[in-house]
């Protein structure tokens, strides 16, 4: 996984996953989804180590016992398959001041090996100002 801080703006990108049938069934599983599908919310598994990883991130001082995930939408591009390589990408799309603390806009793209979109993730987070 490697992070850039580039104009503020905090940018992290993942290891490549491949999508197996072993990954896939697990997760089936465990969200009750129908096996012999890749179920739309194996997106946010595969995400979730990038932005947990821009959550952490010393530049945005984010308190996560402190914050409120305020909104989420997805975009599917083309579904998940098994044998899929899927690298994903969280960057901090914009912080903005909010009534005791700051709005953190976050866009997470996962793409496959050739570099286009298979989904993309877009968060909004409510941090509260650190307490004095």
């Not at 290891?15 to 009750?32: I, K, L, N, S």
């Not at 179920?39 to 945005?60: C, D, F, I, K």
């Amino acid at each position: 996984m490697s992070t850039d801080n580039a104009d503020d703006l905090v940018v992290v990108v993942g290891d490549p996953v491949t999508v197996t049938d072993t990954v896939v069934t697990r997760f089936a599983e465990a969200v009750g989804a129908p096996t012999g599908q890749v179920p739309a919310t194996l997106a946010a598994a595969l995400t979730a180590p990038v932005q947990r990883a821009v959550m952490e991130h010393p530049a945005l001082r984010i308190d996560l016992a402190r914050t409120l995930h305020t909104a989420q939408s997805s975009e599917h591009h083309r579904p998940i398959r098994v044998g899929d390589v899927l690298t994903a990408t969280a960057t901090v799309t914009g912080v903005r001041s909010a009534r005791g603390g700051r709005m953190i806009g976050i866009d997470t793209v996962l793409r496959d090996a050739v570099g286009e979109p298979v989904q993309t993730l877009t968060s909004a987070l409510l941090t509260a100002e650190a307490e004095a």
